[in-house]
């Protein structure tokens, strides 16, 4: 669960703030907070169980590997042999966590799921939605989140079913901000909105910069992307 807090009061703070998505920028103020509930994952996403002693440290050892080879060679590079010489263990040691790629790709979904992106009700729909676009543009940057976005580029008539899994996992998260718009619709602030058509005009620009690596994604860009996607949402009425 990852919880943001921002110490008031403090001039170069709130300067700093302007510039970064970060942890410590974040706003802490909030009349409450909409949260994806990992419980509600299906059996298919729950990741494998997390063991103690030399077996925890083994796991250890995997899920770095893991998360490093993904990092250079993304999805289709994973390969078992590779990942067992990382991990420095057997590959019938990789066998045994992972059955298959599958399972390891869904155990990925698992752990994505887990550090879901927040949306907080302050009463202010911009600042939630900021809030909402640096968190997403944080989960987006890391091996996982890449990883994520891989298997939801995956063709649809692949058999491993991933793709649909992804998918499953962005409903439930669509199904949040859809009650965060509806809330904000009630108090005047936006018309009614579609959060799928909302989503796709956060989220692209987000990954179209995430691709582009030049430079990092701050809350400033956030700020212009949230504000253009609700003064238009604001001109053109319901969707």
Request: include cysteine; charge should be positive.
């Amino acid at each position: 669960m990852i919880v943001w807090s921002l110490r008031s009061g403090v001039a170069d703070e709130k300067r700093r703030e302007s510039h970064r998505c970060g942890r410590a920028g974040r706003q802490n103020t909030q009349v409450g907070r909409i949260r994806v509930d990992a419980t509600r994952m299906s059996a298919e996403l729950q990741p494998a169980r997390r063991p103690g002693g030399r077996t925890r440290l083994v796991s250890k050892r995997l899920w770095a590997a893991t998360l490093e080879i993904l990092a250079e060679k993304g999805v289709d590079g994973l390969q078992y042999e590779d990942l067992a010489a990382r991990a420095q263990v057997a590959r019938a040691t990789v066998y045994r966590r992972w059955p298959n790629r599958g399972d390891l790709f869904r155990d990925i979904l698992a752990r994505f799921a887990e550090t879901f992106v927040p949306l907080r009700d302050s009463g202010d729909i911009h600042d939630d939605l900021v809030a909402f676009v640096c968190a997403f543009a944080e989960a987006s940057a890391t091996p996982e989140g890449r990883a994520v976005l891989q298997i939801l580029m995956r063709k649809a008539d692949e058999s491993d079913g991933l793709r649909e899994i992804g998918l499953e996992l962005l409903e439930r998260r669509t199904d949040d901000l859809q009650l965060r718009l509806d809330a904000a619709a009630a108090l005047g602030q936006l018309p009614a909105v579609d959060a799928r058509f909302v989503n796709m005009m956060l989220a692209g620009p987000v990954q179209w910069f995430l691709v582009r690596r030049t430079r990092p994604f701050t809350r400033d860009d956030a700020d212009k992307i949230v504000g253009m996607v609700l003064a238009g949402l604001r001109q053109g009425g319901a969707v």
